[in-house]
């Protein structure tokens, strides 16, 4: 049986049943990624949306209520429709490659966690066309206004929890993974820093998702069961869900960056030619950015009238967690210098990465300091951070990721010409989108509103001309991927000439089950 077994190692079933029911991490990862990429474009149409009506001043393409459906939806698609599942993808493909594991630990549950995805997605969507629209709250649906939504709210709270659900339990199947089947004399100490990250990563998920279910629940209860946690009509307290939320909230943007600190770990190195600079220190400051996350939730919350100590701890608690975040970007530097250099697709994007993400970084040190957050608090300068941290972080770092691995994945090289012509007009107009956005927060423009007075026209002509722009280039990404699928030059087992690990040592594309016998790592 043994030797049949291993014979036909690499067949597996066809058709539309191949997918529904399979349980190979190879498959899952590809479902994941399929659907990350698929609402990347549905959140990114949203945005599109909210770029047009802002492109001049007045009420032009859309009433005011559907532009607050717009910038709600948006916001939750591509953190838990496009971002989320994406990384998750890529832990699917990865990390059983990277340890030396034939599949995942649990891999019936992972079949069921991804396919909670399409339901929830759709949930989240469907309440567009409910009675009333869809959520028009803000992402963080802070009562009153989500206390008093329509039924596309109701919808909300369950495509929450429907990911929610998907998201821990594809966070026990990555600890269960890395924890117990990893290769025989491959210790914690000498995983790949993307393994790293995403055990952290998971352990974030299991201690956050159950707190966004437990206030979420509450919301539902104060608006059909007659409780009043958040309703001051009956004695509830809106901060109260602040509260809750953003200790969910700010241990989420971790979720949504340490996956893309591994990857970027591991494409610096492959180009720079040179081993990882202070591989240690940069597992303990994956550990203290994961452990300082949850006491930073309040930095969100300055101008809600806080205690002047409760300021002045969260204030310097935020500014404390700029140390290890500082020490990531000092050793990818020190990674870089004085490596034979190559500037291959991955590697711009890394670079990219490393350099925008950092400027983020910089006016999130900025929204730290509470006099200063005062002025910029519910401003554009808080959208053009997070879109620095977000996009140029989490976003370009799975485009990296995609070009990276991509080849290994397919047996095909991508066309180098145009991985280049997508990185560098992402960038730019990327940079057309956002920088402007600072300086209008600086001026004093409101987020979240469909108009604007007449003096803050010229940025948003150009944000908004950026935006367009960079939607479109997605288009040749995705021309770029399916092309690559479909064929082209073929890609040798090790692919980049720099790259080291288990992933590595198998044929590209790997056959359908690695690993049948555990590999020795010395």
């Not at 303990?284 to 809600?304: E, Q, R």
């Not at 983020?360 to 509470?370: D, E, P």
């Not at 720099?498 to 089950?513: I, K, M, V």
Request: hydrophobic share 50%.
């Amino acid at each position: 049986m043994a030797t049949a077994a291993t014979a036909h190692h690499d067949e597996h079933p066809y058709g539309i049943m191949r997918w529904l029911c399979t349980t190979n991490h190879k498959d899952i990862g590809t479902l994941y990624l399929w659907f990350a990429f698929i609402m990347f474009f549905v959140g990114g149409a949203m945005a599109m949306v909210i770029r047009a009506e802002l492109f001049q001043p007045g009420l032009q393409v859309v009433d005011p209520h559907f532009f607050n459906q717009m910038t709600t939806l948006h916001a939750l698609v591509m953190i838990f429709g496009a971002v989320m599942p994406a990384f998750v993808g890529l832990a699917n493909w990865q990390i059983p490659m990277m340890i030396g594991a034939p599949d995942m630990a649990l891999p019936r549950l992972n079949n069921w966690s991804f396919w909670l995805l399409p339901f929830a997605a759709t949930l989240l969507l469907g309440g567009l066309f409910a009675p009333g629209g869809g959520p028009a709250a803000g992402w963080t649906i802070y009562p009153p206004l989500s206390v008093q939504g329509g039924m596309g709210t109701d919808f909300t709270i369950l495509a929450i929890h429907t990911l929610g659900i998907s998201s821990v339990l594809g966070a026990l199947n990555i600890i269960a993974t890395i924890l117990n089947m990893r290769a025989p004399g491959l210790t914690l100490m000498k995983m790949p820093l993307f393994v790293w990250t995403w055990l952290i990563t998971a352990y974030l998920l299991l201690a956050v998702m159950p707190v966004l279910a437990g206030v979420v629940t509450m919301l539902l209860t104060d608006r059909h069961f007659g409780t009043h946690f958040f309703d001051p009509a009956g004695g509830g307290d809106p901060v109260l869900f602040q509260h809750v939320f953003w200790f969910f909230g700010h241990p989420e943007v971790y979720i949504l960056i340490l996956p893309a600190f591994g990857v970027i770990s591991q494409i610096l190195p492959t180009f720079s030619r040179k081993p990882l600079f202070g591989y240690d220190s940069m597992v303990y400051a994956t550990g203290s950015i994961a452990f300082l996350s949850f006491v930073v939730w309040a930095h969100h919350m300055f101008t809600v009238g806080l205690p002047t100590a409760g300021e002045l701890f969260f204030m310097y608690m935020t500014m404390l967690i700029a140390v290890p975040t500082g020490v990531k970007v000092f050793n990818w530097v020190s990674t870089m210098w004085r490596g034979s250099m190559t500037f291959e697709t991955p590697m711009l994007f890394a670079i990219g990465f490393v350099f925008l993400f950092t400027i983020g970084g910089l006016s999130g040190l900025m929204l730290a300091i509470v006099p200063a957050d005062f002025q910029y608090h519910d401003t554009y300068f808080v959208v053009a951070h997070f879109h620095y941290v977000l996009f140029s972080g989490s976003i370009m770092a799975i485009m990296g990721a995609v070009y990276y691995w991509l080849p290994k994945w397919t047996g095909n090289m991508y066309n180098e010409a145009q991985g280049k012509w997508h990185f560098w007009l992402t960038a730019i107009f990327f940079n057309i989108t956002f920088f402007p956005q600072h300086f209008l927060g600086l001026a004093g423009m409101p987020r979240r509103i469909p108009d604007y007075a007449l003096q803050f026209t010229e940025f948003n002509v150009w944000s908004s001309i950026g935006a367009f722009g960079l939607g479109l280039t997605q288009l040749l990404f995705l021309y770029i991927v399916v092309r690559t699928i479909r064929g082209g030059k073929k890609a040798t087992d090790r692919v980049w000439e720099g790259a080291h690990g288990l992933e590595w040592t198998l044929p590209s594309p790997p056959p359908y089950h690695t690993f049948a016998t555990p590999p020795k790592v010395d």
